[in-house]
């Protein structure tokens, strides 16, 4: 007969199979999203001229930066951790983990929203993009969509990594 | 002889005295720093000449308004819970709680942010305010500070109810 614990509602496995935990494919899937957004993002912005004029986009640039690298080293421990079968669920890992992802997701919106902001002044309030033909406005705008599609995907990595702390 | 439970891991009592929980009297201390602090940014930013200029400070006093909302409501909770003695930590409420801050704080942040990056540009980028008198800049740059203590008090509460429904 099977002996049922009494202290089964801890639910460790199932904790541990969470979608986008650390050392998972679905992790890795989700910090290579953030990579490649962030990249993305950062290279459309650098490449449009007159990116400079605005203080907004090049804290932009730095922001995504930041991010590019912080995703790119979790992914590398993500392959890491699944090639040699590693257990990254530990108080101390998980602790840092959430802390860098909470910065990280904080700058990359804090960025977002204020470019955002900055087009929106330079499209509708101020009319600059009609009158100075030299700013690539639409570039501007693809650089700070792919912005927020990168921190949405820190997003839910930062709620997970958050989740299992609090859960273990 | 005491007996120790099998379980006793789960710690439940020590969870509930967490600071800043609903139906707390540091919770209710938060809220009502929240919506203090929200209702003086929006009052500071209503009251400045010219703030229908920028799309982004229409959006910062929308924002306020519904944080103020929010967070009176919660108040409101917690002086009822206090008084009647009411346990609030069940499932529903706290997940009601946790996505309520959650798109209450987010949209704070951008509002914040997006406000803070027009700042810039109209004080920096572009000088308008030198240019412009009718502009109340100083006035603006106390309602988007007002606004980031708002966003840092709210902030708090949301991990706070993220901890406790990721422990319970």
Redesign the interface.
């Known amino acids: 007969m099977a002996i049922i614990h ?2 089964s ?2 639910q460790l496995p199932e904790m541990k199979s969470l979608f986008g935990s650390p050392g998972k494919v679905s992790g890795l899937v989700l910090r290579m999203g953030q990579c490649l957004f962030a990249a993305a993002s950062l290279a459309v912005m650098a490449s449009a001229s007159g990116f400079s ?4 986009f090049c804290f932009l640039i730095a922001a995504m930066g930041v991010q590019v690298l912080w995703s790119f080293g979790l992914a590398c421990l993500d392959i890491h951790a699944l090639r040699l079968n590693k257990d990254l669920h530990n108080h101390i890992v998980l602790s840092l983990l959430v802390i860098g992802d909470w910065v990280t997701a ?1 700058l990359s ?3 977002a ?6 087009m ?2 330079f499209m ?2 101020t009319g600059i993009c009609r009158l100075e033909t030299t700013l690539s406005c639409k570039t501007f705008q693809i650089s700070v969509a792919l912005a927020f599609v990168a921190w949405f995907l820190l997003a839910v990595s930062s ?1 997970v990594m ?2 299992l702390l ?2 273990i």
């Open positions: 009494p202290c509602k801890i004029t605005a203080t907004s904080i919106l804090a960025a929203c204020s470019s955002a902001g900055v929106v002044v509708k309030d709620y958050f989740w609090a859960s």
